[in-house]
């Protein structure tokens, strides 16, 4: 199957033109895979944790699964919006602990037992704004993580992956010596995965954040969401997606594919991203990709790769397209343009 148009301008445009520098990666440099809630970033994780050489660890910052997390982001919230020059020292205490591995330590094993119990339903009104007892018992057991013993990584070079960092991307490359790849998705995908699993983040109000609106909004000349609930998912699509490229086009050594181009043909495309970040090609992470090219739902990673990319044409109604192709237009979006959101016959 080809890629659909969106996905061939991401190719020419990212894929390969600025490969990171072989000389700055080091078993000691951690990369980070960023991108936003649902655009692939746990498959692509998990085909490059297929190298032994690398150590996968899975979003350590996110406050619904990491107590550690719920004190670090306390002032910030679910997605922190800092530039280089700001300063917040939780962030920067919960990222200091991430990158050393997160270890855990006594301490910060009582907190996770204390998180453990907690349903999604007590996360979501936690993340609402909501009293969550033991969320917040958790994270205040969890304070200052970076005092634990720390992790034995060996050799391996960490990987670290997450979704809750594009409006702080260039913040955390300016305060700690990492290698960057940053994976988009087409936004009519991501809405379809965020419709069909309800995600927290639709009750995230970004445009509330007096940062996101000085730095971000009025640059771009886009105007706050009404209140209907699928305007305001779009929005909150297209706020994260816009400032995870605008962020790629200001550092060309940083890597960015999207979703769709490693969809197209997994193992061609693959191999040179292992290529470009000096990671070892194997027959496991052959037989990786083979085994999970098949039919899966929800939160399951298993997937057919070529019926991806246009998936969302699919899945999203008339009247839901409507509603992106509207809101989507305010924003300066590169990887694709407004041909690229028409759901014509697949």
């Not at 659909?4 to 990171?20: D, N």
């Not at 305060?175 to 309800?198: C, K, Q, T, Y």
């Not at 990671?279 to 098949?294: I, P």
Request: include cysteine; charge should be positive.
């Amino acid at each position: 199957m080809q890629c659909p148009r969106g996905a061939k301008v991401a190719a020419s445009r990212w894929g390969h033109e600025a490969p990171m520098n072989a000389t700055a990666r080091t078993q000691s440099r951690p990369l980070l895979l960023a991108g936003i809630p649902r655009s692939g970033t746990t498959w692509t994780m998990q085909v490059l944790g297929a190298d032994p050489n690398l150590a996968p660890l899975l979003e350590p910052d996110n406050e619904g699964t990491s107590a550690p997390a719920i004190w670090g982001k306390k002032a910030v919230g679910r997605f922190p919006a800092l530039q280089p020059g700001d300063h917040d020292q939780r962030y920067h205490g919960l990222w200091s602990w991430i990158l050393a591995g997160a270890p855990r330590s006594p301490r910060l094993r009582v907190a996770a037992q204390i998180l453990r119990p907690v349903q999604p339903p007590g996360r979501t009104r936690f993340l609402q704004g909501r009293r969550v007892p033991l969320m917040t018992m958790a994270g205040a057991i969890a304070s200052h993580p970076g005092s634990g013993t720390p992790s034995e990584l060996g050799n391996q070079r960490l990987l670290v992956k997450s979704v809750h960092v594009p409006l702080a991307l260039e913040w955390l490359a300016e305060e700690f010596e990492i290698d960057v790849l940053v994976l988009l998705r087409h936004p009519g995908n991501v809405l379809a995965s965020w419709l069909a699993l309800n995600l927290n983040e639709r009750f995230i109000r970004l445009e509330d954040n007096p940062a996101v609106r000085t730095r971000l909004l009025d640059s771009w000349g886009v105007a706050a969401p009404g209140p209907d609930s699928l305007e305001r998912m779009v929005f909150s699509i297209g706020v994260l997606t816009t400032a995870l490229e605008a962020a790629a086009s200001r550092h060309p050594r940083w890597l960015v594919r999207t979703h769709e181009q490693l969809c197209s043909d997994p193992g061609r495309e693959f191999k040179k991203l292992y290529a470009d970040l000096g990671l070892t090609w194997s027959e496991a992470v052959e037989g990786f990709l083979v085994g999970n090219d098949r039919p899966g739902e929800g939160f399951l990673t298993q997937r057919v790769a070529a019926e991806l990319p246009d998936n969302w044409k699919r899945r999203l109604t008339s009247d839901q397209v409507a509603v992106m192709q509207r809101v989507l237009s305010q924003f300066p979006l590169k990887t694709w343009t407004a041909e690229d959101f028409h759901a014509s016959e697949v």
